[in-house]
């Protein structure tokens, strides 16, 4: 069993409500703290989960660990703040919003902090099955990625993994632009009025120092709308996978074509893609707890938190250059 608090009420934290109620055998969420009373009433009613306003009562209850599912601004403060009272700490993305935090991160936690960052976009099922054929070979090595799928630190993840660049230097050029799109959805509901609004879509040239290239391009409304849809294409020296098509040359080197297979994994806990890969950190969560084999390595975190920072200020420099290098970290 599975043993975990949440600390913060923000719109991710019901994500951990959720699997734990789906998946009681596997996790236990012992306690939701909260700030405001009003929100505490509610969730417990909601979710039937001990919901609290009280830190001591948070670490009586002797958590393997805490999740920070606060607000971006106060999460890398949080997640600080909750580590050095000796609790190991699965903070919310991103590890921070500003290079002068990440350095600090860093430090704190080559000083012993126990912190993880529950990035998940490259264990959802349907993006891991693309890395794992990569990884497999059938398209050789992996040269370009197109992807319009996933922002800023998120993206970066599943570059690396996908074009294998490791913690490289990295060239980013691009804008952002405003683009008009109609209003379909909102976390909290569907519109219907087809109001016509102006969106950010920024679009970049990511070239890293191995020689591998991401083309990015993103607008908000591609997590949620039915009319923006997602669009992955990585290229390799043998093929291409083109969302959840693969084309290859076989052993014999003739052309071949094969539909990626997607495992989904809790499948009868009927969670969601995005609910399913944080239910497997939660389990690598308590791994690293007990071995200290990490999640999502910190030094990845870092970088891509990092890398998130220069695609911000590339999409505002006009096509300028930015350089970045995880040497600044």
Not at 77 to 88: L, Q, S
Not at 257 to 272: E, G, H, M
Not at 297 to 322: N, Q, R, T, W
Request: aromatic share 10%; net charge negative.
């Amino acid at each position: 069993m599975i043993r975990f608090a949440v600390v913060g009420t923000g719109w991710r934290s019901e994500f951990y409500a959720r699997i734990a109620k789906a998946l009681p055998e596997k996790f236990d969420m012992v306690a939701w703290l909260c700030r405001g009373e009003e929100k505490m009433i509610r969730l417990q009613r909601e979710y039937g989960i001990h919901t609290t306003m009280s830190e001591d009562e948070v670490i009586d209850l002797k958590p393997d660990f805490v999740v920070s599912a606060v607000d971006k601004v106060s999460m890398s403060e949080v997640v600080r703040y909750w580590a050095k009272k000796g609790i190991p700490v699965l903070s919310e993305t991103p590890a921070a919003l500003d290079l002068e935090t990440l350095k600090i991160m860093r430090k704190e936690i080559q000083d012993g902090l126990k912190i993880q960052v529950a990035e998940q976009y490259f264990l959802t099922p349907s993006v891991k099955a693309v890395i794992d054929e990569v990884d497999a070979g059938t398209i050789g090595e992996p040269v370009s990625l197109t992807i319009s799928a996933m922002h800023d630190y998120h993206a970066s993840s599943v570059i690396r993994r996908m074009l294998k660049t490791g913690l490289g230097d990295v060239r980013i050029t691009g804008k952002s632009f405003s683009m008009k799109v109609a209003n379909t959805k909102t976390r909290y509901e569907t519109l219907t009025d087809g109001k016509v609004v102006n969106k950010e879509e920024k679009h970049l040239v990511m070239e890293y120092e191995n020689g591998k290239v991401a083309f990015y391009d993103f607008m908000s409304e591609q997590y949620r709308s039915p009319i923006r849809n997602k669009y992955i294409n990585i290229r390799g020296t043998r093929g291409e996978i083109i969302n959840d098509t693969v084309y290859y040359l076989d052993e014999n080197n003739l052309g071949a074509v094969k539909k990626l297979q997607v495992a989904i994994p809790f499948a009868k806990a009927n969670l969601s893609e995005g609910e399913a890969a944080v239910a497997n950190l939660l389990i690598r969560m308590k791994e690293y707890v007990e071995t200290g084999k990490e999640a999502y390595p910190m030094d990845e975190a870092l970088y891509d938190a990092y890398i998130s920072i220069l695609m911000d200020k590339a999409g505002k420099s006009d096509f300028e250059p930015v350089e970045g290098s995880f040497g600044m970290i």
